[in-house]
Structure formats: C-alpha cells, structure tokens
Nanobody, 124 residues
Framework: QVQLVESGGGLVQAGDSVRLSCAASGRTSSSYAMGWFRQAPGKVREFVSAINRSGGNTYYADSVKGRFTISRDNDKNTVFLQMNSLKPEDTAVYYC?????????????????WGQGTQVTVSS
C-alpha cells in the first residue's frame, strides 16, 4: 500500500513554469513506476508522463514532449513534474499515480494507487 499526495499546483500565466511534486508514503516509492495524468474540465483523464522505478526511463505524451520533464528522488520518495512553457490547454487537475507493473504503462487502469490531484490553471 502506498499513499500519494500531490502539491505545487496553482494559477500561472501562459509561458510560465510550475513544478509539481508527488510525495509517497507507505511502501517505498522505488517499488513502483510512477505516472502523471491530468483531467481538464469536461474531458477524460489523460496520460501525461511516466517514469520507471529507477528513473532511467521516462515517457511523455506528445502534447507535452519537450516542455515537461518527469524525475524522481527515491531517497525522498518523491516524483516531480517540471512543466515549462505552459499553455492554457495545460489547465487541468494533475494526478500522480503508482503502478507495480515492471513495464511502464500509459493506461490509467494499469495504475494501482492515485493521489487526490492538484489544480493547475494557465491563463492566457
């Protein structure tokens, strides 16, 4: 069992940067691959990025590739999402998720644990 708590969201302007954090407690986060998903108003939740257990492999949705960077600090049981060059279409609730799968999935149904989400609003 692992508990996930996101932080770092807020209201920013287009072009700004934000770093989200996801703190894990319970079983050590290094036992899990981690992902970030987001859900905009009226839309389904979508994959944003993921990272494997060691942090050596990262994955991104095409819409954020080159602008977002996922990383993790297993000593601190924390995963980060650095978001640069933010656009109004990045506005969403961002969720952190953990999966015990070895191969890092992009499907939300493959993730076992979820945080409560943090709101990111990008104004134009």
């Amino acid at each position: 069992q692992v508990q996930l708590v996101e932080s770092g969201g807020g209201l920013v302007q287009a072009g700004d940067s934000v770093r989200l954090s996801c703190a894990a407690s319970g079983r050590t986060s290094s036992s899990y691959a981690m992902g970030w998903f987001r859900q905009a108003p009226g839309k389904v939740r979508e994959f944003v990025s993921a990272i494997n257990r060691s942090g050596g492999n990262t994955y991104y949705a095409d819409s954020v590739k080159g602008r977002f960077t996922i990383s993790r600090d297993n000593d601190k049981n924390t995963v980060f999402l650095q978001m640069n060059s933010l656009k109004p279409e990045d506005t969403a609730v961002y969720y952190c998720a953990a999966t015990s799968r070895v191969l890092v999935p992009r499907l939300e149904t493959s993730y076992d644990y979820w945080g409560q989400g943090t709101q990111v609003t990008v104004s134009s």
